[in-house]
């Protein structure tokens, strides 16, 4: 459906507006699990902290030694937002390029 609603904007005026590319980009990558987890792991609900992100990783992915550092380094490097990489805090948007990346220990080479 969101393709075909894409696919109408697009042969109405030959191209995307770059608005509307974004929000049907939000929406085709868009993971309610993710927001879920983001939820269940955030002190404030909105954004994971280093120790949010830790408590993840320790919890769900039973990565024992994972320093609060270096999870502020993957803030550091999947963080879209200036403001989320200068408070040390991660989005949804930062989480799921996390989740999806190698960084992620999770992450096995050809599962995605």
């Known amino acids: 459906k969101k393709f075909k609603e894409s696919d109408m904007f697009i042969k109405a005026g030959g191209t995307l507006p770059l608005e509307q590319f974004k929000e049907f980009y939000k929406q085709i ?3 309610p699990e993710v927001h ?3 939820a269940r792991y955030a002190t404030n609900n909105d954004y994971l ?3 949010d992100l830790q408590l993840f990783l320790q919890a769900e992915q039973g990565v024992w030694d994972i320093a609060v550092q270096e999870c502020s380094e ?3 490097k999947y963080e879209p937002t ?3 990489r200068n408070n040390s805090y991660m989005t949804v948007d930062g989480f799921s390029s996390f989740l999806m990346s190698k960084d992620n220990l999770s992450y ?3 599962y995605l």
Request: charged share 35%.
């Open 29 to 31: 990558v868009d993971r």
């Open 82 to 84: 200036s403001e989320g």
């Open 49 to 51: 902290g280093a120790e």
């Open 108 to 110: 096995e080479e050809g």
């Open 74 to 76: 993957f803030i550091q």
């Open 36 to 38: 879920v987890l983001l």
